[in-house]
């Protein structure tokens, strides 16, 4: 069926159907009855593409994330995605494995579908092609990825990573930890440069001697920080605690030190970020910093919603917003 037979039915005009359809228009509630009933009879499906170019939006927003085999990413994008539907939008999931030209072709795709816009959890570099949306007139938000140049010039979500660092090396200090390690994250990555400040930080505030060789980096593939935990721990004078920069890295970290015999926390002590989800299952389980991720999530998405509302009524986006999310440090076995 299409909208002039839904019309002929009903008695009205397409335009009052149309007006039904947006629902931006007056029509009295005897009409839009009558209408409403015409479109259940006749079974009538809008064509989307259609609306979305007479109403200027398509109620759809694109997610960009670097896989969702990273464990850190199921949370977040549940947060995502249940607040977006409840109000009224869908979302497309796109991995992009970190690769700009992946993001380049997913982002052209997403424009000729009239994207209302974009939550980008993936991005690194320079990245032209995301950080130009915002001034193409796009909702964007940045999560947990973004540079400190970011920062007041486009939307973005994170949590205070600094803080992360220092309270997590603060933490094996109190009790009782003196030769305190980090397995670091590319520092590439702002969030996790920030995360190795903290931890230089809290060991300086304490008296502590930040060692750089008690620093290992992963730098991906070949069980690289696997190897690296080993050589480490292998050394005269061994760490007696490692703060993890994320929880993936921390369980590498704990699968080289079970390998290698030693006990968990009795011999040496294990702190991660993240509290995914099998954080509580490894044995021993896990203490970690939790950066709360549903929330993450549910923060980014009304983040988004608040541009997509603000540029619907003033035509322009508003000025950007910056949300910084508490953590909890989730005491369980592994530190002691």
């Not at 409403?36 to 499906?45: E, F, G, H, S, W």
């Not at 816009?117 to 973004?146: D, K, M």
């Not at 002590?269 to 389980?285: H, K, L, Q, R």
């Not at 983040?303 to 997509?308: E, K, N």
Request: proline letters at 4%.
């Amino acid at each position: 069926m299409n909208l002039k037979q839904v019309a002929a039915l009903a008695g009205v005009s397409v335009s009052t159907v149309s007006r039904v359809l947006n629902g931006k228009s007056y029509v009295n509630a005897e009409t839009r009855e009558i209408v409403l009933k015409a479109i259940r009879q006749t079974n009538y499906q809008p064509n989307a593409l259609a609306q979305s170019l007479k109403m200027g939006r398509s109620n759809t927003v694109c997610l960009m994330i670097p896989s969702i085999e990273n464990m850190m990413f199921p949370k977040l994008t549940r947060g995502i995605e249940d607040t977006l539907r409840r109000n009224g939008l869908t979302v497309f999931l796109c991995n992009t494995d970190e690769d700009a030209a992946v993001e380049k072709a997913y982002i052209e795709t997403m424009k000729m579908r009239w994207i209302d816009g974009f939550i980008v959890c993936s991005i690194a570099g320079e990245a032209a092609h995301i950080r130009g949306l915002r001034e193409e007139g796009y909702p964007l938000v940045l999560v947990n990825r973004f540079e400190e140049r970011d920062i007041g010039t486009i939307d973005t979500v994170a949590t205070d990573n600094f803080q992360v660092g220092y309270n997590a090396t603060r933490y094996l200090i109190r009790t009782g930890r003196k030769r305190i390690a980090l397995a670091q994250g590319t520092e590439d990555l702002l969030l996790y440069r920030e995360r190795g400040r903290g931890y230089r930080q809290a060991l300086e505030d304490n008296g502590f001697e930040c060692r750089e060789d008690r620093i290992i980096h992963d730098i991906g593939g070949n069980n690289s920080l696997y190897y690296q935990t080993k050589d480490l721990m292998s050394r005269q004078d061994p760490p007696d605690a490692i703060f993890c920069a994320s929880d993936p890295k921390a369980f590498v970290v704990m699968h080289a030190l079970h390998d290698l015999g030693l006990r968990i926390p009795e011999d040496v002590a294990v702190i991660g970020v993240d509290d995914v989800s099998m954080a509580s299952m490894v044995e021993p389980p896990l203490t970690t910093i939790s950066q709360h991720l549903y929330e993450m999530g549910v923060a980014a998405a009304n983040s988004l919603i608040r541009q997509i509302e603000y540029k619907e009524k003033n035509g322009v986006l508003p000025k950007p917003e910056r949300i910084i999310l508490n953590t909890d440090l989730i005491l369980r076995r592994s530190a002691g």
